[in-house]
């Protein structure tokens, strides 16, 4: 079974909406989830961190976390043709050995 | 501060090759990661060091890749003999390891093709 589970989308909205994207993970004792960005061609690269149960907010980017339910969500507000790129899942195992595991990646598009 | 620096950005090679690819992580940063990316399988760990010490290679596929890291600013990743089913794009990742903090920060990647 795999550790962390994203819909792979396609994921299309367009300009101005919220986009959506969740994320479910195994591991009930993780503590730490992360949203990587991952442009065609290019590397991932981090737009958000969350640790605890709620909301965190930065800029257009709100992440959310329900442990309880093993549930973590990115919504992008205002969404913009620039935010077109896979949205990868991460999160840390509760493990000794700290691995970051991926989820597969939600790919989205914003129509303009 | 210079990010992750990965070489080559392309490679492309004959299966049965050796093929060494590259890392130097941020400085300062203490845990240094292997990544592979596919279409099929998406980003999998391959190995894992902190403090220069492999603490998790059981992301290796086989015998035929191994990792280094001699030091806190390099790492090599080598697969020999490379195999067309080795064609991926090879990340190298690095993070200053905290209590719970693993944010990573890649590389451009490696974009390997065995013919």
């Known amino acids: 079974q795999k550790e962390v589970e994203q819909n792979s989308g396609p994921l299309s909205v367009p300009e101005g909406a919220i986009a959506s994207l969740n994320c479910t993970y195994s591991?009930?004792?993780?503590?730490?989830f992360f949203w990587y960005r991952q442009y065609s061609g290019k590397s991932p690269e981090l737009i958000m961190f969350?640790?605890?149960?709620g909301d965190k907010e930065d800029g257009r980017f709100t992440a959310q976390l329900n442990k309880a339910s093993q549930y973590v969500s990115l919504l992008i507000r205002d969404s913009q043709p620039s935010d077109s790129a896979t949205y990868l899942c991460?999160?840390?195992?509760?493990?000794?050995?700290?691995?970051?595991?991926f989820g597969s990646g939600t790919q989205l598009t914003v129509l303009p | 501060d210079a990010g992750v620096i990965q070489s080559p950005r392309h490679e492309v090679t004959e299966m049965g090759q050796e093929v060494t690819l590259r890392c130097k992580p941020i400085?300062?940063?203490?845990?240094l990661f292997w990544y592979r990316q596919t279409m099929m399988r998406g980003l999998e760990l391959l190995i894992y060091?902190?403090?220069?010490?492999?603490?998790?290679d059981s992301g290796m596929p086989e015998d035929r890749f191994s990792a280094k890291m001699p030091n806190a600013s390099f790492s090599t990743l080598k697969i020999q003999p490379s195999e067309p089913r080795d064609s991926a794009v090879y990340f190298c990742?690095?993070?200053?390891?905290?209590?719970?903090?693993?944010?990573?920060?890649f590389g451009s990647g490696t974009q390997l093709s065995v013919l």
């Open positions: 060091f902190n403090n220069n010490v492999p603490i998790d």
């Open positions: 969350i640790y605890s149960n």
């Open positions: 990742a690095s993070s200053l390891t905290g209590d719970r903090d693993e944010k990573l920060f």
């Open positions: 591991d009930r004792g993780s503590q730490s």
């Open positions: 400085s300062g940063h203490n845990s």
């Open positions: 991460a999160v840390v195992s509760s493990g000794s050995a700290r691995q970051l595991t």
